[in-house]
């Protein structure tokens, strides 16, 4: 894709990086695959602009897929890091703002008693499958088709996000015995998750599910599905896990829950968070009711750890985070998101593309295609081309999407006025770039 932009050190950044790290990239739906091109090398980032290394600017739509909510460089989170990290980095004992973190996640999402902090969204629910799978003495677990959990093995079947951009049915390397415990059906099924249970339902230690799905473009559960995943593992005597990873401290104060509210016939029974709640660090959770968090080692039989869980750096910036995540700031995501929907919406209905937008909360994206989605195979429906002509021309006029159709955009409380403004004067030379095919 010829660019008017200069990439010149992108592009040797690019090729040097080929040599040394797989790809080029440390996690794969960077490296611009579906949309073809260099992906940009970023400098610097502040509020909600990004500098790369050849001086472009532009306005952030991915806010490093979610953890930004406050923008970039925040100066309460810098402060935070700061003086966290003049007293040092890893102690490798337990530390006060672990306890602070932990305090703070269990006051937003009332079904919660205790957290376990972990480094990264998917040692989040690996570790809950693991708990889920150890405290009903069960093995199999559902997923749902276009739902993305992280890199582990059991739910690497028909997930999103990276997988949904390279079209790859599953992982290499997987072992089968590990896929065969997994049972994926179509999310937002009700009479799939039936049928799955009247067929194995005294196998089934947990559903796992995102709580709205932002991993094939955003698909929120349909009303009532929540509660019928709820009522039937109840059933069934297994857990409902809800990943929290994307939607948690971003869709509200308490995350997908706190904006659904609570599912008829109760809460689940554990939730995962990641993202926000790291302000930009490696810091994640899982959590649940003290009773079953208790079948944790060392007090229970699961075992579950980390050299660097609950770092003291990457707590300082989370609770710096969570604690900036002010009732104004929901609002400002709000606005945000509102605009730039009417500005994308309105941008292609006069450029005559079909799309239709998914969202949760302040989390959305363009779907090319006309009708709704409320599944993987919707989502996968839609004009792959078409989008990247529309991302690239958003990057050329200095708005940085998602480098994927499959991928939420993500907008911070730092995107002013001047942000805004300049994605909506983008938005119609990429509507008719997507249009011309
Ligand atoms: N669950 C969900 C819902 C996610 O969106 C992600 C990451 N996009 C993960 C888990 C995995 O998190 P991480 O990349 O931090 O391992």
Request: aromatic share 8%.
């Amino acid at each position: 894709m010829p660019s008017a932009q200069p990439t010149t050190r992108s592009d040797e950044l690019m090729r040097t990086a080929r040599t040394v790290i797989p790809g080029g990239v440390n996690s794969p739906v960077r490296a611009f695959r579906s949309v073809g091109g260099t992906p940009r090398f970023m400098a610097s980032g502040t509020g909600p602009w990004l500098t790369d290394v050849d001086g472009n600017r532009y306005v952030d739509l991915i806010c490093s897929w979610g953890p930004m909510i406050l923008g970039h460089a925040h100066p309460d989170v810098e402060q935070a890091v700061r003086e966290a990290a003049a007293k040092g980095f890893s102690f490798g004992t337990p530390s006060e703002n672990e306890v602070l973190l932990a305090a703070e996640i269990v006051d937003r999402v009332a079904p919660l008693e205790q957290v376990r902090l972990v480094s990264s969204g998917t040692e989040a629910t690996m570790s809950a499958l693991r708990l889920a799978r150890g405290a009903t003495g069960r093995s199999k677990v559902v997923k749902f088709a276009g739902c993305y959990h992280g890199h582990v093995d059991a739910l690497l079947a028909a997930a999103g996000s990276g997988l949904a951009t390279f079209a790859l049915p599953d992982s290499a390397g997987v072992p089968v015995s590990s896929a065969h415990e997994t049972i994926v059906l179509p999310y937002n099924d009700v009479s799939a998750v039936e049928a799955a249970f009247a067929e194995h339902g005294d196998e089934i230690a947990c559903v796992i599910t995102e709580a709205a799905a932002g991993n094939m473009g955003v698909v929120p559960p349909e009303p009532g599905f929540t509660a019928a995943l709820r009522r039937i593992t109840r059933e069934h005597g297994a857990l409902l896990i809800s990943d929290e990873v994307m939607t948690g401290f971003r869709c509200s104060a308490a995350g997908w829950y706190g904006l659904e509210g609570e599912p008829e016939g109760g809460a689940p029974d554990l939730f995962t968070f990641g993202k926000v709640m790291g302000g930009g660090f490696p810091a994640a959770a899982f959590g649940g009711s003290a009773e079953l968090m208790s079948r944790l080692a060392p007090d229970g039989p699961v075992y579950q750890a980390g050299t660097l869980s609950g770092n003291p750096v990457a707590t300082a910036a989370g609770l710096a985070t969570l604690r900036g995540c002010t009732a104004a700031v929901y609002d400002r995501l709000t606005q945000v998101s509102d605009a730039l929907i009417a500005g994308a919406t309105e941008a292609l209905n006069v450029a005559g593309v079909p799309h239709v937008i998914g969202r949760a909360g302040s989390m959305f994206n363009v779907f090319f295609r006309e009708e709704r989605v409320r599944d993987y195979d919707d989502a996968r429906d839609q004009d792959t081309a078409a989008f990247g002509r529309f991302f690239h021309s958003m990057l050329q006029q200095g708005v940085h999407l998602p480098p994927s159709a499959f991928e939420s955009w993500f907008v911070s409380a730092s995107h002013d006025d001047e942000a805004v403004d300049a994605v909506l004067a983008a938005l119609p030379t990429a509507a008719a770039a997507a249009a011309a095919a």
